[in-house]
């Protein structure tokens, strides 16, 4: 009886071993890649110059105990460059913390976003977990940033993006599934935030790039990033500048949240874009008094409504819809969803965008 | 009383017990009637005696008025169906008159005080324990639980020596069935075998002979039996330990404090949970370790992560063997502290605890981050409130931890859940093992 019920722990604990999936490996044996950059080769015959950022890690973590080591290959696929790149350090990469996928800008330029994102679509560790960023003016300039402020390689990124540590509309954080959905779907457009490189190790990620299912099409500046944002988002911590007749008052909102609307009449296409903030006065040029708190909003309202408009009639010139206008006709329409599409396509160009906005002003920010 | 025969003399003079040298044997003469003395000094009150049976025969006029006289004597017992040697043995003496034997139960108590509770503390509740002596038991437990129904039954172990136990019950609510069981399992106790703890006869009693999770708890609380008699289970006491066993006994017996019950509803509630958590921690923390820092780092954020692996870089051993390491050296020190007399056992824990812990990272055997686990795998365990379920952790972590460095945090789960399954299937006197007793708050009648 014991002898049968030992055989049964012994077959069991083996049956078990034949399952073991991921093999035992010390975390001190494991390279972390924390963050990854793909950039077009130098050499003409490669297609890509594929860079991985390894954590180093440090018994205790201080600020600027960011150590980490570059490693970079060229190949014409990005699994080779990950296995070649294997043999050319002494421990095991870990692919489970890579959070953040930095294409250089040029290779965003050129296009073919579809096939550079198979590699990163397909791998399990990190496919809902990475945030996909452009890079300015590479990649690997991206990666190879040494941030005083950091306490860990790469934890700027992760923080930025995740919005974990500074929380600002002017930083679209996108992700890697998201970003694959994006250039998959019908009617709403990949968009990548820009890490721009500064002067002593220092990014900006204000700006941002708008696709089509392919390639670059049009770059938004730090002000319709922050708009375009609020649709996607909805982040507050967003600034508005008003300007009145003598000077200008800046209101901080504390959320801002854009939703639309799609009608067609007569077939043509009207998007009411409702644009609701929130939010206090934080610096002002001229006196401001509360009594004409309401008036303030108008002004704002009118503010809002110009730039609102002047941003959407731009995306729509360049003929991309990262806000999925699109989507939201194919969902509304019956029929061939081909012959939806088509429709849309040809109401697009010539849709009408109508703004409402309605600022909620909470005070002057003044103590009166 | 009874009639005095040869053969009940010759077997008291054959008996080992005459030869010992702390039995007595006098004979007193007055007024031409003769009696015999027989007892045992050491167990017997002497001054007793001497108050209760020698100087009224010296002022009996005759022996027929001292013979009534000690028929009207309380103390007076008539154990029948034992031989004189073992009435002598349990602390009686005998009075041989004429041809009638009289014995009276004289014994004089070592124990009689009350020791404070310090195996299971409570905070507001009450704070004295059962004693070491039996009677005294009974006599705490009828002054508490007074109710007519509470019943004693008095027994003898077939064990060498032979130690006397008591079963309690209450008769309006016990569970028949678990007392006839219990009843029958202390009967079946084998010879040859030394009982002298609850714990011990627990063990035998109990119908799994190798199970790690106990099955009866062992309590030194009086508040506590009281509520499980009046929850119909059944006590036994056991002569000579301050513990009593208490049966059957399920798996949430042993994770409530009666604290839980004294204490206000969220604060009871809380302490409950807070205990569950502590057990988890204490069952799966040094798990968790090995499959998170060996397996699966990506369940960790990566802050934590590179922290791990920079205090794990000194270590040139896998993350078992530190693990084992720290963890059999926690073990050391909790047993050590333990047998170690109270003055010198905190000096012990404090070397050990303090200096071995920050010792073993400076010298890179263990990281950092093993002595925060290890330090919360032994405080958790200690959060338990019975002792024997505390041990039985103590003992389950280990196998929770072969079972993770073989295959990983998949491996700890799949143990979670075969951990689960063996209390399902496991039952205590008909009990299911893990039935949350919601019948516990209320008295039963059945």
């Known amino acids: 009886m014991i002898l049968r019920r030992l055989l049964t722990v012994l077959l069991a604990i083996a049956a078990a071993g034949s399952l073991n999936g991921c093999g035992f490996k010390d975390i001190d044996k494991r390279f972390f890649v924390v963050a990854m950059a793909v950039d077009p080769a130098d050499n003409p015959d490669k297609l890509y110059k594929v860079t991985v950022k390894l954590a180093i890690p440090s018994p205790s973590e201080r600020f600027g105990s960011n150590d980490y080591t570059i490693v970079s290959e060229e190949t014409d696929s990005i699994a080779e460059a990950v296995r070649v790149i294997k043999s050319e350090v002494d421990k095991e990469l870990d692919l489970g913390h890579m959070k953040a996928i930095v294409i250089g800008q040029k290779l965003v330029e050129q296009g073919n976003m579809n096939k550079l994102m198979d590699w990163f679509i397909r791998r399990r560790d990190i496919q809902n977990i990475a945030w996909i960023a452009a890079g300015n003016p590479s990649g690997k300039a991206v990666l190879d940033l040494r941030p005083h402020t950091e306490r860990l390689p790469s934890n700027m990124l992760f923080m930025s993006f995740g919005q974990f540590g500074t929380e600002t509309a002017y930083i679209v954080s996108e992700y890697l599934f998201d970003f694959h959905r994006r250039l998959k779907e019908r009617g709403l457009d990949p968009l990548l935030p820009i890490i721009e490189v500064r002067d002593n190790q220092q990014v900006s990620i204000n700006r941002s790039i708008i696709l089509d299912k392919e390639r670059q099409r049009i770059v938004l500046q730090a002000l319709d990033n922050k708009v375009v944002n609020s649709f996607y988002q909805g982040i507050g911590k967003y600034d508005i500048r008003v300007d009145l007749n003598d000077g200008f008052f800046i209101i901080a909102a504390e959320n801002c949240k854009g939703t639309f609307t799609l009608n067609t009449r007569n077939g043509k296409a009207v998007i009411h874009l409702y644009v609701r903030v929130n939010g206090i006065v934080e610096e002002s040029t001229v006196p401001l008094s509360k009594e004409k708190l309401s008036m303030y909003e108008r002004a704002a309202e009118q503010q809002v409504n110009k730039r609102v408009l002047s941003l959407f009639y731009k995306l729509q010139q360049a003929k991309v819809d990262p806000i999925g206008f699109g989507l939201r006709y194919r969902a509304r329409h019956t029929g061939n969803p081909d012959q939806v599409w088509r429709d849309w396509l040809r109401l697009y160009p010539e849709a009408e965008f109508k703004v409402q906005s309605k600022v909620k002003l909470m005070s002057t920010g003044q103590i009166e | ?446």
Not at chain 2, 23 to 47: M, Q, T
Not at chain 2, 203 to 212: A, D, E, F, G, Q
Not at chain 2, 357 to 365: F, H, P, Q, R
């Open chain 2, 1 to 446: 009383m009874s009639q005095l025969d040869q053969d009940t003399i010759q077997e008291l003079l054959d008996s080992p017990i005459t030869r010992s040298s702390d039995f007595v044997r006098k004979e007193l003469h007055h007024n031409g009637a003769a009696i015999v003395l027989l007892y045992l000094r050491s167990i017997c009150d002497d001054a007793k005696i001497q108050q209760d049976i020698v100087l009224p025969f010296y002022r009996a006029d005759h022996i027929g008025s001292f013979q009534d006289y000690l028929r009207s004597l309380d103390s007076q017992k008539s154990s029948k169906g034992s031989s004189l040697s073992e009435r002598i043995i349990k602390g009686e003496a005998l009075v041989l008159s004429g041809d009638e034997v009289f014995s009276f139960a004289i014994k004089k108590t070592v124990q009689e005080t009350v020791g404070p509770a310090d195996v299971e503390i409570s905070v507001v509740g009450p704070k004295q324990a059962f004693s070491e002596e039996m009677d005294i038991n009974i006599n705490i437990l009828r002054s508490r639980y007074t109710e007519p129904s509470l019943t004693f039954e008095r027994g003898k172990l077939e064990s060498y020596p032979k130690t006397e136990y008591s079963i309690v019950y209450d008769r309006k609510v016990v569970d028949h069935a678990v007392l006839d069981k219990i009843k029958k399992d202390l009967e079946q106790l084998r010879r040859k075998l030394v009982v002298q703890a609850a714990g011990q006869l627990a063990r035998r009693i109990s119908n799994v002979k190798h199970t790690l999770f106990p099955t009866v708890m062992i309590t030194e609380r009086p508040d506590r039996v009281v509520l499980n008699l009046s929850q119909g289970k059944v006590a036994v006491f056991v002569h000579g330990t301050p513990f009593a066993i208490v049966a059957p006994a399920v798996f949430y017996d042993f994770m409530s404090a009666m604290d839980d019950l004294y204490t206000h509803y969220w604060t009871g509630h809380f302490l409950l949970v807070l205990r569950y958590i502590g057990l988890f921690l204490n069952l799966t923390l040094a798990s968790f370790y090995v499959g998170l820092t060996s397996y699966n780092p990506e369940f960790l954020r990566v802050q934590l992560a590179l922290s791990i692996a920079g205090s794990r870089a000194p270590v040139p051993y896998p993350s078992y063997i530190e693990v084992v390491f720290m963890l059999l050296m926690m073990e050391l020190l909790t047993e050590a502290s333990i047998r170690l007399p109270r003055t010198i056992g905190s000096t012990a824990t404090t070397v050990g605890g303090l200096i071995l812990g920050t010792a073993a990272t400076e010298a890179g055997l263990v990281s950092n981050i093993m002595i925060i686990i290890v330090a919360c795998v032994a405080i958790s365990n200690f959060v338990l409130p019975i002792n024997e379920m505390m041990f039985a952790m103590r003992v389950m972590k280990y196998v929770f931890l072969l079972i993770t460095t073989l295959f990983g945090v998949m491996g700890l789960v799949i143990a979670f859940i075969g951990l689960l399954v063996h209390f399902t299937r496991k039952e205590s006197y008909g009990r299911p093992y893990l039935r949350l007793f919601k019948e516990n708050r209320k008295v039963l009648i059945r």
